[in-house]
């Protein structure tokens, strides 16, 4: 008889491949991966994992290498894939005006945000600049006229 491990006996990039397969897009597994850097040490940190200090080291290097292999993968994706991914990710976001968010994201920048810590460089400018193109284009999608400086 094979035994199924429980969710303890998994080990984590087992738990994270899991859990990350269930967010729909490359775009979203980003976003909710730069969500658990805590942006005042930069360490990456996860209530149900992080049970004793030794073990919180261990989850945030497995959450960082994740972090960085995601973005890499993003990163090499095509523009047209990328365009196509952000578009699912919007999709799936309830109750917001897209328009609203087109423009948020055009004066906030958050998709800065989702570049891991240790990635600098040509890396880290093909993401902005790649997003900022299709922003670009969603922009005139969604009909925003302009990011409104005052808001």
Do not use: C
Request: charged share 25%; aromatic share 8%; net charge neutral.
């Amino acid at each position: 008889m094979m035994r199924v491990p429980t969710r303890q006996q998994e080990t984590i990039p087992e738990l994270w491949m899991r859990d990350l397969a269930q967010i729909q897009t490359a775009y979203g597994r980003l976003v909710y991966l730069a969500s658990l850097r805590n942006p005042d040490t930069g360490r990456y940190e996860h209530y149900a994992l992080s049970s004793s200090s030794s073990n919180s080291v261990a989850v945030s290097h497995a959450i960082k290498r994740m972090h960085e292999t995601i973005f890499k993968d993003w990163v090499s994706f095509p523009l047209e894939r990328k365009k196509a991914d952000l578009e699912l990710y919007i999709a799936s976001i309830d109750q917001v005006d897209r328009a609203e968010l087109i423009d948020a994201w055009l004066r906030l920048t958050p998709y800065k945000n989702l570049v891991p810590g240790a990635i600098q460089g040509p890396e880290r400018q093909k993401h902005v600049s790649d997003f900022e193109a299709i922003l670009g284009l969603l922009k005139n999608v969604y009909g925003v006229a302009s990011p409104d400086p005052n808001a």
